[in-house]
């Protein structure tokens, strides 16, 4: 058991937490009638924030990631079928009879890989198939319930050191914009950590704890583990974001130790993120002041 958990976590981090963060529906509900389609940030009062890349590298606290290896969808794609055998290590009738054609591409649901991690005999292939469904189900949850072909492609990188980073950022700014345009709608990208990002700028913290220059340090179990308010309505959130001034925001999230900045894209402020459907453009250069920086 012991060597399972250290393979996950040497492969795939403290994303395991996710499924305990609680989504608070009215602070969510509130959160996006904020989302600035026109620059990609929240905008609350006169006070904007962005998740950032490095923000985002530091919550799911895996040591495999590389910072410089971004997710792009590449040309020659493998098959779902070969993907799917390569993960769960069973054979190719027993994937093909669990494939389903959903919307406009190929998933499988999410009960056949529950099956195997509960019984697989092959400790690592548990792991890889409950990673997998965690990024399906929690990361992109486009396909509700199933494990989608498309974020099978960004899994099949990930042993490769590829972060997953700006694909993540991009599909949550992608899914803010359209619940902006349309009023309402099914937020598919990870609501779970678009909250702790949150919670850590708006939460004053009196001193930065020495237990952050850890390596056993995780902000997402910590996240977890604190008490939080759950009985504010949405008017109540919204009057709160919108009176909220540049000394209520912790600017410097306090475990965030950052050895470089994103902030331009060569000549360009706007930085374009490729995510797993399509991409986005992130302007970094507005919220410099979250690394204390002009």
């Known amino acids: 058991m012991a060597k399972s958990s250290n393979f996950f976590y040497c492969n795939y981090g403290d994303l395991p937490y996710l499924l ?3 989504v608070n529906k009215y602070l969510f509900q509130a959160l996006a009638q904020f989302w600035n389609p026109a620059y990609s940030c929240f905008t609350f009062g006169g006070v904007d924030l962005v998740p950032t890349v490095e923000e985002y590298m ?23 079928l070969k993907k799917l055998m390569n993960v769960t290590g069973m054979s190719e009738q027993w994937v093909a009879a669990r494939i389903k054609q959903k919307g406009d591409s190929k998933c499988i649901p999410w009960r056949n890989l529950r099956d195997l991690i509960l019984a697989h005999p092959d400790s690592r292939k548990r792991v890889d198939a409950f990673s997998l469904s965690l990024y399906s189900l929690i990361i992109f949850p486009k396909a509700l319930g199933h ?3 498309v974020v099978s ?18 599909e949550t700014f992608r899914s803010l914009n359209a619940c902006r345009r349309a009023g309402e709608g099914r937020f598919i990208g990870c609501a779970q950590l678009l909250l702790a990002w949150f ?5 004053k913290v009196e001193k930065v704890s020495y237990r952050v220059f850890s390596k056993d340090y995780s902000l997402l179990r910590e996240l977890v583990a604190t008490p939080r308010w759950d009985d504010i309505l949405e008017e109540k959130w ?3 974001l919108q009176n909220l001034r540049a000394e209520d925001v912790e600017w410097r999230a306090p ?13 360009f402020d706007w930085v374009p993120l490729a995510g797993i459907w399509r991409a986005v453009g992130y302007a970094p250069l507005m919220v410099l002041r979250q690394y204390r920086s002009r």
């Open 20 to 22: 305990d963060v609680k």
């Open 58 to 80: 530091a919550l799911p606290n895996c040591p495999k990631i590389q910072a410089d290896r971004a997710y792009s969808r590449p040309v020659n794609i493998p098959p779902f």
């Open 147 to 149: 494990i989608n072909e």
């Open 153 to 170: 492609d960004l899994f099949d990188r990930l042993d490769k050191g590829t972060t997953p980073v700006p694909a993540i950022l991009t």
């Open 199 to 203: 919670h850590n700028h708006f939460w």
């Open 238 to 240: 919204i009057t709160i």
């Open 255 to 267: 475990w965030l130790i950052p050895d470089e900045i994103l902030y331009r894209c060569g000549d």
